[in-house]
Every structure is written in C-alpha cells, then in structure tokens.
C-alpha cells in the first residue's frame, strides 16, 4: 500500500534517517513506529510517508498530529455541522465519529491512518474496508503490532528497520 524504499532520506538539515531495507506498509496491519524522543519518527511521517500519500486517491487518510488538543477545536467544529448530536470530549470521540462516517461510505477504498503519539486510539469493530494503521506511541503498543524501530546511531541519524534488532539487520 505504501512502498518506502530503502536509502537515506533527509528530514531536516542535519538530520537523516537511514533505511537499510524498504519497507511496506500494508492494509490489514498495524505499525507501531518506536524509539526514543529525537530519533526521528515525527519527522519520518511528515516527511516520508506523507508526502507518499497525500495525493493518492485510491484510499482515505487520517491523520492525527502530535497535538491531538488542537485537533479537537476542528473536529468540534465539524461534529457541531454533520453530526450536531455528537460529542467530542476528547481524542476516542474523534475516532469513534470518524469510523462512524467512514462506515457509511459503500465504496470500499481502504483506510490510511497515521497517528503521531497516539494516546486513545481505538481500532473499530465491524468496519467493512481495510485499514492500515500506523502510529507512534510511548504510553502503550496495540496488539498485533508490527515493530519499525528507530534507532539514533548519533545525533544527525537514526537507522530505520522493520521488526528485529539493528544487529541482526548487520549481519
């Protein structure tokens, strides 16, 4: 579904992330991009992944940025129009109104979405389309998560992998 091809990306001046392998993001699974503050996964999807998706139109995008508080004015706004007898408390009742739209759409274009130090993300029950969920989180890991590390090798790059240790990846 979205095809990161191995290489060096550069996110920011001074800093890359290397990715020794590509890697595919998959409908169907859930990625959980882990490691330390500073390593680079907030950078990896704005400047990455991003910019693979943005114009596709063969599925739906959310997103949801680290500041998930500042989101919520937006989606109240937008509640308050299509749905006015919702109520969005917090980051849960974004996803719930969310799957509840998404579920109403008979096309069956599957679902994109990217959560950047997601905090209450909720995987719907019942909804009839693919999803491929890709989040970061220091607060809990899903079940069923597939691991893209992160790992700084020092303070200009950190190494990109999918599933097992760096070590492992070098022999």
Not at 54 to 70: E, F, P, S
Not at 73 to 101: F, N
Not at 119 to 124: E, Q, S, Y
Request: hydrophobic share 40%; with cysteine; proline share 4%.
């Amino acid at each position: 579904m979205i095809q990161v091809k191995a290489g060096n990306y550069h996110v920011w001046q001074g800093f890359t992330l290397t990715l020794k392998e590509e890697i595919i993001f998959r409908a169907g699974n859930v990625y959980h991009l882990s490691g330390p503050n500073g390593s680079g996964k907030s950078s990896f999807i704005h400047k990455v992944l991003w910019e693979k998706i943005i114009k596709r139109d063969d599925c739906y995008v959310i997103r949801i940025q680290q500041q998930m508080d500042l989101q919520l004015y937006a989606m109240r706004a937008w509640a308050a129009i299509y749905y006015p007898k919702s109520r969005i408390v917090d980051e849960k009742d974004v996803w719930d109104l969310m799957w509840t739209d998404l579920a109403k759409m008979k096309d069956g274009k599957p679902v994109v979405v990217i959560s950047d130090e997601a905090k209450k993300l909720v995987i719907p029950q019942g909804l009839k389309r693919e999803i491929c969920l890709i989040y970061s989180s220091h607060i809990y890991n899903l079940p069923e998560s597939r691991a893209v590390n992160f790992e700084p090798v020092n303070g200009s790059q950190s190494m990109v992998y999918e599933g097992s240790s760096s070590r492992e990846l070098s022999q």
